[in-house]
């Protein structure tokens, strides 16, 4: 493709999370041109989160699918496009970034990386075989097969107890496996102490999560676990796992964009990554807090500072 | 061709959402099975996807035969409709 036939947008944001939609707001405000490419569903983990009670000015919180929707929906209003695809490369070609996507090239002056993560797996026997037929990551889109069934849940963070409180609103009883102590915030863990109370869930702290069986029809029956270094069963109808997050940057593994060592993007104090004038905001920033307010004020600040890499550059290209 | 298209869901489910815009978006004309409304109609669901998710879009075909998608996935999703 000759550079003639080809569109150089201004910024590609990669990803359709909090971080890029609240980038997307700032750079469309400045008549920056803008495509969020998106694989899966803009609003990322917070869409499908039950409900969010710590983003600022929702008093009494907001659903995470409501918030991911406005958050869409103030984007498009200046501008900003959502594309929907998988970015599976990036090239640095001087005076502007290719994209390798799975709808062909797309060609930017800058890129902003916003792609978030995804719950992390525990890696335990049984895990894979009996995903979504037992095994779940998404309270909101699978807790309704559990209507007056037992649930396991795996983890002790934010994340593990919300979405443990949601579930008790199918369930008969919750098994909140916990490998050390709880590390939920204050409010949650108040929260989850009403439910213990009313008997709805069950706490297990110092308990490990080893293996997760299932019946010849392949749906789960019992997750092995040990607690305080006894081997117990806990007899359940399904495991929800929420146990931490892997980062979404696989696709950046063959460029010179520098990760830690978990793969979180590394950034300078401008979030710009070690590729010029690629940016990196949100979740997926190494030193990121995972709160969906910072993830917001990141893709703010990110925007800020693309604007000005755009504005610093030497020879702008004609689209 | 495209007889009927059928999508199973919850109220919670962003990913629900993100195939009925999809359809919408095609011009395409469904119905919503909402597993919290109509709890009954869960072992449907699972025999037709063989997992506990949703969404499930079964897109039944002119000759009857039927494809079964799970999940918000157009690699397989567009192919079906075609």
Request: with cysteine; glycine share 8%; charged share 25%.
């Amino acid at each position: 493709m000759s550079d003639a036939d080809k569109t150089v947008h201004d910024v590609i944001i990669v990803g359709a999370g909090p971080a890029a939609l609240t980038a997307a707001i700032y750079t469309t405000r400045e008549d920056i041109g803008t495509v969020l490419v998106e694989r899966g569903v803009p609003g990322g983990l917070a869409a499908v989160t039950d409900r969010i009670d710590n983003y600022p000015g929702f008093s009494e919180g907001i659903e995470g699918l409501t918030l991911a929707s406005e958050l869409q929906k103030q984007a498009e209003r200046f501008g900003a496009v959502i594309e929907f695809g998988e970015v599976t490369n990036i090239h640095d070609e001087g005076e502007h970034k290719r994209l390798e996507t799975t709808s062909g090239d797309m060609y930017a002056k800058t890129v902003l990386i916003a792609t978030g993560s995804d719950y992390k797996k525990l890696g335990i026997p049984g895990e894979q075989e009996y995903y979504a037929r037992g095994v779940h990551y998404c309270a909101t889109c699978d807790g309704a097969f559990y209507r007056d069934k037992r649930l396991v849940v795996v983890g002790g963070g934010n994340s593990a107890v919300q979405e443990a409180i949601f579930l008790t609103r199918f369930t008969t009883h919750i098994d909140l496996l916990v490998r050390s102590t709880i590390k939920a915030s204050d409010v949650l863990q108040h929260d989850l102490q009403k439910l213990v109370d009313a008997g709805k869930i069950t706490v297990h702290l110092n308990t490990t999560t080893d293996e997760i069986i299932g019946d010849p029809e392949h749906l789960v029956t019992k997750v092995v676990g040990t607690k305080d270094g006894v081997k117990t069963d806990f007899e359940t109808d399904g495991v929800f796992v929420f146990v931490g997050l892997d980062p979404n940057s696989q696709f950046i593994k063959d460029t010179c964009i520098k990760c830690d060592e978990i793969g979180f993007i590394m950034t300078d104090e401008h979030m710009q990554t070690t590729m010029p004038g690629v940016f990196a905001a949100g979740d997926i920033r190494s030193g990121a807090t995972m709160q969906i307010a910072s993830a917001a004020g990141e893709g703010a600040t990110a925007a800020l500072k693309l604007r000005e890499y755009l504005e610093a550059r030497p020879h702008p290209v004609q689209n | 061709m495209v007889k009927n298209i059928t999508i199973f869901t919850t109220n919670t489910c962003a990913y629900c959402v993100m195939v009925k815009k999809y359809l919408d978006a095609k011009a395409h004309q469904y119905d919503v099975v909402n597993l919290d409304e109509q709890p009954h109609r869960q072992a449907e669901a699972l025999q037709l996807s063989g997992s506990l998710t949703v969404p499930v879009t079964v897109v039944t075909k002119h000759d009857d035969s039927k494809e079964v998608v799970v999940g918000y996935n157009l690699a397989k999703l567009a192919p079906a409709l075609a």
